[in-house]
């Protein structure tokens, strides 16, 4: 199905994304690495992020982690090296699959990732409580939405528009 999208649609959708993404960072990124910052010295500033990941899957391949995060395979390769030095994380061989490595957490790694959490959670506190429990709903839905959108269009331009 092609379909030509009219251009006032498009500049707004162009505009709350940017919107949106600068929001977010404002909020959550900058005030999570704000609450992190001096607590974490031996990390790097994307590595609390993946111990997060890591930590809500259990074991994840690196290249779910990779659709996670937006990072190159190559730069994830070098922060799983990184963090596996740090004795952080472990890789092992997926006993369904040996082709596949997944990624797991180390005792150290999920003493951070506890840590992390505490954090996480103290920093949800302190922003939902400007929104109702609605409103959280709303926006737990619309971020649902956006990422299946995101999802078909991404499959679709992987099978061959790319």
């Known amino acids: 199905m092609i379909r030509k999208m009219n251009e006032a649609t ?25 609450k992190i910052a001096g607590k974490f010295r031996e990390l790097s500033k994307n ?7 890591i930590g809500i899957e259990g074991e994840i391949m690196p290249s779910t982690l990779g659709k996670y995060t937006g990072l190159e395979k ?8 990184d963090l596996e030095k740090k004795g952080i994380v472990f ?14 957490l180390t005792e ?8 992390l959490s505490q954090i996480t959670t103290e920093l949800a506190d302190e922003i939902l409580q400007f929104v109702d429990e609605k409103e959280v709903d709303d926006y737990l839905k619309s971020l649902e939405t956006i ?3 995101l999802r078909k269009v991404d499959s679709n331009l992987s099978a061959g528009l790319r």
């Open 10 to 34: 498009l500049s707004k959708i162009i505009l709350l994304s940017m919107e949106r993404d600068s929001l977010d960072n404002l909020i959550f990124d900058q005030a999570f690495q704000i």
């Open 47 to 53: 590595q609390p992020v993946v111990i997060k990941i």
């Open 74 to 81: 190559s730069s994830l390769t070098r922060m799983v090296d």
């Open 91 to 104: 890789r092992k061989t997926d006993p369904g699959d040996r082709r596949k490595v997944l990624v797991s």
């Open 108 to 115: 150290k790694g999920l003493e951070y990732y506890n840590r």
């Open 147 to 149: 990422v299946k959108i």
